[in-house]
């Protein structure tokens, strides 16, 4: 409750008290102005830093990693992005923070921090088949790719698993 008090009743009344004080300073047209220019600055900045994030996260794919950090990265600069967007200071500075590589970094380190990722891990692989057509078989057009199947010593894991979950439709047969 109270971070939505803060996003929706104390930032734009601190969005006012700022934009009037600024216009009061150096004009109206000036400060129009001034919010525009953050806001172009701000887009050009983002698309800049989006792409490079983008082409890290595809190498990373491309290497067989996970791309974690980009992930995080995207999201603080979609935060930042919204931000630069909404017309006042406050919401430019934490914006343009957001899109500075430094400060964005920490941010990220901060998120990942306090990430934790849960959920159930299944095992699959793409095998591709023997050349049929340009690019692969129809069931994998991309090659073989199996980025997780050794361990750090090189040495191939194999293993087998039986799903024991539930479903609806058995709970259904067993009445």
Known sequence: ?????????????????????????????????????????????????????????????????????????????????????TPGFITDTIGFLCLIPGTRHWFVAQVLKRLVVSGQTRSFHFQAGGGQGPFGNRENPFGQQRPFDRDANGDIIDGKYRDETERDHDRIEKK
Request: glycine share 12%; hydrophobic share 60%; net charge positive.
């Open 1 to 85: 409750m109270s971070v939505f008090l803060f996003l929706f009743i104390v930032m734009p009344i601190a969005e006012m008290a700022v934009l009037i004080k600024v216009g009061g300073m150096i004009g109206v047209l000036n400060t129009i102005g001034l919010v525009l220019l953050t806001a172009v600055v701000g887009a050009w900045l983002l698309r800049q830093q989006g792409l490079a994030t983008l082409l890290r996260a595809n190498q990373r794919l491309n290497s067989g990693e996970l791309p974690a950090k980009e992930v995080a990265e995207g999201l603080v600069l979609a935060v930042g992005g919204a931000l630069l967007l």
